[in-house]
């Protein structure tokens, strides 16, 4: 059994202002007044999935979408408590990890290791996952050569061939050309169908109702709604469609 349990979720992210050559010479008391501000990312975010839930997660730009995903991926330390059970597979940000001076073969095996498999299972699976690639010969020359299409394509076919019990999915995940991506959309939807949960951000309301049964709206940081997918994609579409509310996109996070 599988869970991923959010309690009082609360997220700051500080803002340090880089001070260059310039500040020397210049006196700006406009950046002065910027220091010490954070953004207030997540609100008392409040979270209970369980085998079965397929969440999407929706809202404006700056929302607080990708930081909730995070959150639950372990990747911030936040006030509040997050407790997840099942092993998680996150498909984010699936470029960065890599080990420049490793050749790709190396990166797939420590990646896999990274993702909780065993030696043994990697090296059952380094074929599969190499071929899918089809980086042929460029799995030789260590990754720093790579270009990022190349990266991606690499991160994303280790990424997908574990079995996780938990996935955590930005919509953001651009495979490379044409012909990879056809293929990674396919191997992507064979992942959803076989996870416990998912855990989705994304802009696109027919993805989310296609893959989700459950759905929060963000906004500012909090949660806004959440129901079932149909619930709060019709509530957050007649939201924005009111004119009232066309002007209050965007974000008003920042703080002192
Ligand atoms: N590493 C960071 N450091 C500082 N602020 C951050 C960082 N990451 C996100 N933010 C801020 O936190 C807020 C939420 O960002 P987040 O990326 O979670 O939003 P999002 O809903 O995923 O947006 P988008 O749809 O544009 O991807 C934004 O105001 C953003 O500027």
């Not at 202002?17 to 500040?23: H, L, Q, V």
């Not at 498909?91 to 960065?96: D, I």
């Not at 495979?175 to 992507?188: C, I, P, S, T």
């Amino acid at each position: 059994m599988s869970s991923i349990k959010l309690h009082n979720i609360d997220l700051k992210y500080q803002i340090y202002n880089e001070r260059g050559i310039k500040d020397f010479f210049v006196r700006d008391t406009k950046n002065e007044a910027l220091d010490n501000k954070y953004i207030h990312a997540l609100r008392n975010i409040n979270l209970n999935l369980r085998d079965g839930d397929r969440l999407a997660i929706i809202g404006h730009n700056g929302a607080g979408k990708s930081s909730l995903l995070k959150v639950i991926a372990g990747i911030y330390p936040v006030s509040g408590q997050v407790t997840v059970d099942g092993r998680i597979a996150s498909l984010f940000e699936l470029a960065t990890g890599f080990e420049m001076e490793a050749t790709g073969w190396e990166n797939i095996k420590l990646r896999g290791l990274m993702l909780g498999e065993t030696p043994k299972k990697m090296s059952e699976k380094i074929q599969d996952i190499a071929e899918f690639s089809e980086l042929k010969d460029h799995l030789n020359i260590p990754v720093k050569y790579y270009s990022s299409g190349m990266f991606i394509r690499l991160a994303f076919s280790v990424s997908t061939s574990i079995e996780p019990d938990i996935l955590l999915l930005d919509e953001v995940v651009a495979a490379g050309d044409a012909h990879f991506l056809q293929k990674a959309q396919k191997r992507m939807n064979e992942l959803i169908d076989r996870v416990k949960i998912l855990v989705f951000v994304t802009h696109s309301m027919q993805s989310a109702l296609d893959f989700c049964n459950q759905c929060i709206w963000l906004e500012n940081g909090e949660i806004k709604l959440s129901g079932t997918t149909n619930e709060v994609i019709k509530a957050y579409n007649e939201y924005y469609n009111s004119s009232d509310n066309k002007l209050s996109e965007g974000n008003g996070n920042v703080n002192d």
